[in-house]
Structures are given as C-alpha cells and as structure tokens.
C-alpha cells in the first residue's frame, strides 16, 4: 500500500512542482534585452554634458516612436517608429546634442 502510494504520488508531486516551477519563470518579468545605443560613425558630438537619453517609446496607446532626451529637458524630434532607422536618427539626435549618452535605449512606458 505504501509503495503504491509513492509511485503513484510521487510523480504527481514533481509534475506539480515542475509546472509551477515552469509558470513561475514565464511569469518573471523577462526585462527585456536591453538595446544597445550605438554611437554613430563619425557624428560630431554636442556640448551638453548632461546625460542624454534615446527612448523608446511604445504603450497600446500611441504609435511607437523613439526621442532623445536629455537631463537638462531637452528633447529631440520623435523618430516615427515605423521608420527602421528611427533607433539610429534619435541616437544621432542624441549625439548631436550631448556627448554623454546613456548606453542603453530606455523604455519609459515599460
Ligand atoms: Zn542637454
């Protein structure tokens, strides 16, 4: 009796215990990979030395588009997101405006 117990329970506690395990993982903010904000080739670099920021912004809410902004509330033009250099001409913005800019492409809405 008792060892039918355990082959029987057993697998039923590890199955339970895998997928919780499994459900606990997927459910993990995943934070997604961070992107890389590349300095443009040969660009001149502004003189604010404020960090500047590229962001992404994206919610269900509004089109996707991507804006430098800096520390000291300067803000470039928003890059139509649609555009597959909108990334490159906001960091470009970036640039253009200080030499200090953030490594990485910073979702403000998530
Ligand atoms: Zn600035």
Redesign the pocket.
């Known amino acids: 009796m008792n060892a039918l117990v355990w082959v029987i329970g057993v697998p039923i506690v590890l199955a339970l215990l895998g997928a919780a395990y499994i459900r606990r993982n997927r459910d993990k903010p995943s934070g997604e990979p961070a992107v890389p904000v590349r300095r443009p080739a040969g660009g001149r670099t502004g003189s ?1 030395g ?1 960090q ?1 920021e590229v962001w992404h912004v994206a919610s269900s809410d509004v089109e996707p588009y991507y804006i430098a902004y ?3 509330e ?1 803000m470039g033009p928003a890059r139509d997101g649609a555009d597959p250099k909108a990334q490159e001409k906001a960091t470009a913005d970036a640039y253009g ?2 030499g200090n800019v953030a490594p990485n492409v910073v979702r403000p809405l998530g």
């Open positions: 604010c404020q500047t800096c520390a000291c300067w405006h200080s």
